[in-house]
């Protein structure tokens, strides 16, 4: 039986082999880790998008303001009867609230109003925009 010997240069070829396969392990590694956060980055950025289009169409947001009126009481009014007509649910939680408010606006003691009186009343609008 021979035994074979190795040379230094068979020793040094061998480690240069190996020495490339790890290198080419390592680089494939980090492309796929490379590759990996990409397209996570895509998906989250994707969805946050999507999100922020969806809540952009689902909420329209209509920007309202509060404008007053000043209106001529007739015969048959009441606070009640007012309160129908220019309140708005949104901006108040009850008649009683819108009425308490129009009643402050115009420094009335009671309920009670009479014909032919002028009242301020409160209402919420789209803003006025011209082009």
């Not at 922020?52 to 909420?59: E, L, P, V």
């Not at 007053?68 to 007509?85: E, G, P, R």
């Not at 309140?87 to 606006?105: A, F, G």
């Amino acid at each position: 039986m021979a035994q074979q010997y190795r040379t230094a240069q068979d020793i040094r070829s061998e480690r240069r082999i190996r020495n490339n396969r790890i290198r080419r392990i390592r680089e494939i590694r980090k492309n796929f880790l490379l590759l990996i956060m990409t397209l996570c980055l895509v998906i989250t950025t994707s969805i946050a998008f999507s999100s922020f289009r969806s809540d952009a169409k689902s909420n329209p947001a209509k920007e309202t303001y509060r404008y007053y009126k000043s209106i001529t009481v007739s015969q048959h009014d009441t606070l009640w009867s007012i309160a129908d007509t220019y309140m708005d649910e949104m901006h108040y939680d009850s008649k009683q609230d819108y009425i308490n408010d129009v009643m402050h606006i115009n420094n009335l003691k009671n309920d009670a109003i009479y014909a032919d009186a002028h009242l301020i009343v409160p209402y919420y609008a789209e803003a006025v925009t011209t082009p």
